[in-house]
């Protein structure tokens, strides 16, 4: 396995704030970078291990925490309080969101040992409204969104705009995302004439891909997460992973 480092560093915002990125990078010398963009529960383990997994895969990983204007760095909620979360959601604009992500992104470009311009994003619940959205904003080479159902509900305009390759994975029995419209968004992508997957799992529910939730489903969350690594090796210029029909 790859050896890799950890690191927590600050980042100014161009509206004059302060974030926190949690960073995880291979030793060994780095020619890609995936921005990770969190749930609504904030950058916690689970996030800092997507971006632990994708270090060891070779890419520098860095996770945002996009509740910086209003929650104290290392805000991690819990799964079963979301009453919590509610005021730093409300509190996120698409303007202040795109700064976090374009000074995220902006590092990642300038990271001493990286220096590449070879970027691409991951986003979970929340974070995949947010990758779908930066995807329509910054010159990335993929974007990959897990359950952002927030898309469907706010976002839906922006698939005319979608600029790299994007990666959708949904749960079938997520009640926050209706078939309808994922078909729709599905439809617009294809009007607009945009590269996409629509990849729906028919056993999950929302946040089937965290260990730490009880909607965990293990079956569902190996084969999107080998999708995922495959889908960003592609459009990152690394080697895919083996593929084995023995894991699906």
């Given at each position: 396995?790859?050896?890799?480092?950890?690191?927590?560093?600050?980042?100014?915002?161009?509206?004059?704030?302060?974030?926190?990125?949690?960073?995880?990078?291979?030793?060994?010398?780095?020619?890609?970078?995936?921005?990770?963009?969190?749930?609504?529960?904030?950058?916690?383990?689970?996030?800092?291990?997507?971006?632990?997994?994708?270090?060891?895969?070779?890419?520098?990983?860095?996770?945002?925490?996009?509740?910086?204007?209003?929650?104290?760095?290392?805000?991690?909620?819990?799964?079963?309080?979301?009453?919590?979360?509610?005021?730093?959601?409300?509190?996120?604009?698409?303007?202040?969101?795109?700064?976090?992500?374009?000074?995220?992104?902006?590092?990642?470009?300038?990271?001493?040992?990286?220096?590449?311009?070879?970027?691409?994003c991951v986003g979970?619940?929340?974070?995949?409204?947010?990758?779908f959205a930066s995807?329509?904003?910054?010159?990335?080479?993929?974007?990959?969104?897990?359950?952002?159902?927030?898309?469907?509900?706010?976002?839906?305009?922006?698939?005319?705009?979608?600029?790299?390759?994007?990666?959708?994975?949904?749960?079938?029995?997520?009640?926050?995302?209706?078939?309808?419209?994922?078909?729709?968004?599905?439809?617009?992508?294809?009007?607009?004439?945009?590269?996409f997957i629509n990849?729906?799992?028919?056993?999950?529910?929302?946040?089937?891909?965290?260990?730490?939730?009880?909607?965990?489903?293990?079956?569902?969350?190996?084969?999107?997460?080998?999708?995922?690594?495959?889908?960003?090796?592609?459009?990152?210029?690394?080697?895919?992973?083996?593929?084995?029909?023995?894991?699906?």
């Open positions: 396995m790859t050896e890799i480092t950890e690191s927590q560093v600050h980042l100014r915002v161009s509206d004059g704030t302060s974030m926190a990125v949690f960073a995880a990078r291979p030793v060994e010398k780095i020619t890609a970078g995936v921005l990770v963009f969190q749930e609504a529960f904030g950058v916690n383990n689970h996030i800092k291990n997507i971006c632990r997994r994708l270090a060891h895969e070779g890419y520098l990983a860095a996770a945002p925490e996009l509740f910086h204007r209003t929650a104290p760095e290392g805000f991690a909620g819990a799964y079963d309080n979301f009453s919590v979360l509610k005021p730093h959601l409300d509190a996120l604009t698409p303007e202040t969101l795109m700064a976090d992500v374009r000074a995220a992104f902006e590092w990642i470009q300038s990271s001493e040992g990286t220096g590449t311009d070879n970027i691409a979970f619940c929340m974070g995949g409204m947010v990758a995807n329509a904003a910054l010159p990335i080479k993929g974007a990959v969104s897990f359950y952002g159902s927030r898309i469907l509900s706010q976002f839906m305009p922006l698939a005319k705009d979608q600029k790299a390759p994007v990666l959708l994975i949904w749960g079938g029995k997520d009640k926050s995302s209706p078939p309808d419209k994922v078909k729709q968004l599905g439809d617009d992508l294809r009007a607009a004439g945009k590269d990849a729906e799992f028919s056993e999950a529910e929302h946040g089937f891909n965290c260990d730490e939730r009880s909607s965990f489903h293990p079956a569902s969350a190996e084969v999107a997460w080998g999708m995922t690594l495959a889908f960003l090796a592609r459009h990152l210029g690394k080697t895919p992973p083996e593929f084995s029909p023995s894991h699906v």
